[in-house]
């Protein structure tokens, strides 16, 4: 089991502390140092390169979303704040997961699970293949760690908290516990492409792009949304040579 380096990250006292009894409780996770100032936090968080930040939004000087965007490219967030209107941006950043306050501990432990799993993930998809040699990857589906190959899986779909990957051999897509942000990361850039907010699309799978720029993968009929647009009209461009 993979022990996980944490900083606590909030402007109240309590709020710390109560986190910093769950961290004690929680046998996977390893407390680095906890801060009431964001700017201090930052500093550290720099130099110790934590693999968890359990960070607050609304903070003075600096606030959360400010902060997880100067992270380091390693360190994943969960974000704990009284205000759920913040739920939609915090998926847009590299979060794994967003904890409404007041926190119970059985929440805190499934977004300290999620961060363990999604570790675990990207340790054996980064097992010594390199990128252009990769097959395949592994997705933790109902418990079990399933290896799935790249060549199967026509696209990506957000659901929230979890996301589906269909695949071509299947009816049925693989349901799993990330974020859009971590199977991204998951996937091989050369394989794989964003086009939307919602859906990450295998470049092999593609059938057919409408005048209107929707993509036809198997059954499916996928929108490139505006800001991910320009990317993937390079990439046809590219094939057109």
Same mark, same amino acid.
């Given at each position: 089991?993979?022990?996980?380096?944490?900083?606590i990250v909030d402007d109240e006292p309590l709020a710390v502390k109560?986190?910093?009894g769950f961290v004690e409780r929680t046998p996977f996770l390893e407390l680095a140092a906890s801060f009431n100032d964001p700017v201090l936090a930052l500093s550290e968080i720099r130099a110790k390169a934590p693999e968890l930040v359990f960070l607050d939004i609304q903070m003075p000087d600096l606030d959360g979303m400010e902060l997880s965007r100067m992270?380091? %490219?390693?360190t994943r967030v969960i974000f704990t704040t009284a205000f759920k209107q913040y739920a939609f941006e915090s998926y847009e950043v590299s979060a794994l997961d967003f904890l409404l306050k007041p926190i119970r501990y059985q929440k805190f432990l499934e977004a300290a699970q999620k961060a363990q799993e999604w570790f675990a993930l990207k340790e054996a998809a980064s097992a010594p293949v390199p990128s252009a040699e990769k097959t395949s990857v592994f997705l933790k589906v109902d418990g079990v760690l399933r290896k799935v190959e790249l060549s199967d899986i026509q696209y990506v779909e957000g659901m929230k908290d979890y996301v589906m990957f269909h695949l071509a051999s299947a009816?049925? %897509?693989l349901v799993t516990h990330l974020t859009m942000k971590a199977a991204e990361d998951l996937l091989p850039p050369e394989q794989?492409?964003?086009i939307h907010r919602?859906?990450?699309l295998g470049l092999e799978h593609i059938a057919?792009?409408?005048p209107q720029g929707d993509v036809k993968v198997g059954e499916a009929l996928l929108h490139v949304s505006e800001g991910y647009r320009p990317a993937?009209?390079?990439y046809l461009q590219g094939l057109s040579k």
């Open positions: 089991m993979k022990t996980l380096r944490c900083i109560m986190l910093e992270l380091p %490219p390693d009816r049925q %897509p794989f492409m964003r919602s859906y990450i057919s792009v409408s993937f009209d390079a």
